[in-house]
């Protein structure tokens, strides 16, 4: 294996460097790694171009896993956007499921796997809410069907089916024809905060790397654990 994939004193550093690496699919640093980056962002450019709906290369992608009313798991795929405010962001409906879960019970965890090198990292925190102006400057980014889709309907609230859906958004567009589509009061975003983070890079021989590391009193301490 590769002498570069060593084990950082600071898991968010860590973290970084194998979410820019998962960019790439390849493990590395400087300008090689910068290249290679260049390079796969074009073809990534290219391929989307090609295949819309292709996730090549989407490091974003993650399991946010929360705990419901009666003590359940519950876990769904969304997007990482980021550190924000202490965390690790993302955003969603406050009114969703998932929001009415981490309102009454913050605790949550988000799981990143990437193919290329094959690593899993496993984050353990509390949820806080990201301030509205962050909301805001991220709904302002957003292309507009994205906008109407989210000020339509509450997310995870039961419809009677796609005409509902289509019904509700062409009340929005209506509504806002000409003018911009202001971002709802309940879409928002989250920063889980660290308190645990874990890594885990496969190998050939099977005999895997798993480093756990937790924070106690501000100071990130880690071990090694069986895979
Ligand atoms: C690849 C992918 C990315 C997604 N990203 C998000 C996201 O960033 N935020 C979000 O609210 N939902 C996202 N979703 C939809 C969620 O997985 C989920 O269906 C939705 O948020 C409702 O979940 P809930 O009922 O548990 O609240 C994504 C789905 C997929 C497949």
Wanted: with cysteine.
């Amino acid at each position: 294996m590769p002498d570069d994939s060593f084990t950082a004193a600071d898991p968010i550093k860590k973290f970084l460097m194998w979410y820019s690496e998962a960019q790439t699919g390849r493990r590395g640093k400087g300008l090689k790694n910068y290249l290679v980056s260049s390079g796969f962002g074009l073809l990534r450019r290219v391929l989307s171009s090609i295949f819309p709906e292709s996730n090549l290369f989407r490091p974003d992608v993650s399991t946010l896993a929360t705990i419901s009313h009666d003590n359940k798991p519950s876990a769904r795929s969304i997007l990482f956007h980021g550190l924000a405010e202490g965390g690790f962001s993302f955003y969603t409906d406050y009114e969703s499921e998932k929001g009415i879960e981490l309102e009454l019970n913050p605790s949550a965890v988000i799981v990143f796997y990437w193919r290329l090198p094959p690593r899993q990292v496993r984050i353990d925190g509390k949820v806080q809410r990201l301030s509205r102006e962050a909301a805001k400057f991220y709904w302002e980014s957003r292309t507009r069907a994205n906008q109407v889709a989210a000020a339509a309907v509450r997310q995870s609230s039961t419809i009677s089916g796609r005409e509902e859906l289509i019904k509700k958004t062409r009340y929005i567009e209506q509504l806002y024809r000409g003018k911009p589509i202001p971002c709802p009061d309940s879409w928002g975003g989250y920063s889980l905060v660290p308190e645990k983070i874990e890594f885990w890079e496969g190998r050939r021989d099977w005999l895997h790397d798993r480093e756990r590391y937790i924070l106690n009193d501000g100071r990130w301490t880690n071990v090694k654990l069986a895979p």
